[in-house]
């Protein structure tokens, strides 16, 4: 029994020996070195701007969806979308925004467009009070849409 718990010590003396002259192998020696500093992205890598033609389809995109909910024109928002609505979900809207009474809506922002995606706020103001709406739009066979 002796034997083993000899054994069992040498060994574990040899484990934490090789332990100890493993850390002190690859430890750096000397001070610390000081740090980089983090490199400062350039003007170049920032996204380029969207091309103008699609600040424009966007903008006429979105000024046409604050005027569908300003006048609670269902068809007319159901052609800014991506797919065709069904007149069920049409029927539904105008179901909502009629409960709504009389709102107005605006666009309190530009767009903000990265690539094929574009978000728009609209800022819809009535009896219920105000909220701010993103609305997400895609560039779908060069057309802005609203998807859904």
Same mark, same amino acid.
């Not at 903008?59 to 609505?85: E, F, M, W």
């Not at 179901?95 to 009474?101: F, H, K, L, S, Y």
């Given at each position: 029994?002796?034997?083993?718990?000899?054994?069992?010590?040498?060994?574990?003396?040899?484990?934490?020996?090789?332990?100890?002259?493993?850390?002190?192998?690859?430890?750096?020696?000397?001070?610390?070195?000081?740090?980089?500093?983090?490199?400062?992205?350039?003007?170049?890598?920032?996204?380029?701007?969207?091309?103008?033609?699609?600040?424009?389809?966007?903008?006429?995109?979105?000024?046409?969806?604050?005027?569908?909910?300003?006048?609670?024109?269902?068809?007319?928002?159901?052609?800014?979308?991506?797919?065709?609505?069904?007149?069920?979900?049409?029927?539904?809207?105008?179901?909502?925004?009629?409960?709504?009474? #009389?709102?107005?809506?605006?666009?309190?922002?530009?767009?903000?467009?990265?690539? #094929?995606?574009?978000?728009?706020?609209?800022?819809? #103001?009535?009896?219920?009070?105000?909220?701010?709406?993103?609305?997400?739009?895609?560039?779908?066979?060069?057309?802005?849409?609203?998807?859904?």
């Amino acid at each position: 029994m002796k034997r083993q718990l000899v054994a069992g010590a040498v060994l574990l003396g040899a484990v934490a020996a090789g332990a100890v002259a493993g850390l002190l192998l690859v430890a750096p020696s000397g001070p610390d070195p000081e740090p980089r500093p983090s490199p400062v992205p350039s003007p170049t890598t920032e996204s380029p701007a969207p091309p103008g033609a699609d600040v424009a389809a966007v903008n006429v995109v979105a000024k046409a969806i604050a005027d569908a909910i300003t006048r609670h024109d269902s068809a007319a928002y159901g052609k800014l979308t991506c797919r065709p609505q069904t007149a069920e979900a049409l029927t539904a809207l105008q179901r909502t925004w009629d409960a709504a009474g #009389e709102v107005t809506a605006t666009l309190p922002k530009p767009p903000d467009i990265r690539g #094929e995606s574009a978000t728009v706020v609209v800022h819809v #103001e009535g009896a219920a009070g105000l909220k701010n709406t993103p609305f997400p739009l895609h560039r779908i066979d060069g057309r802005w849409c609203v998807p859904g």
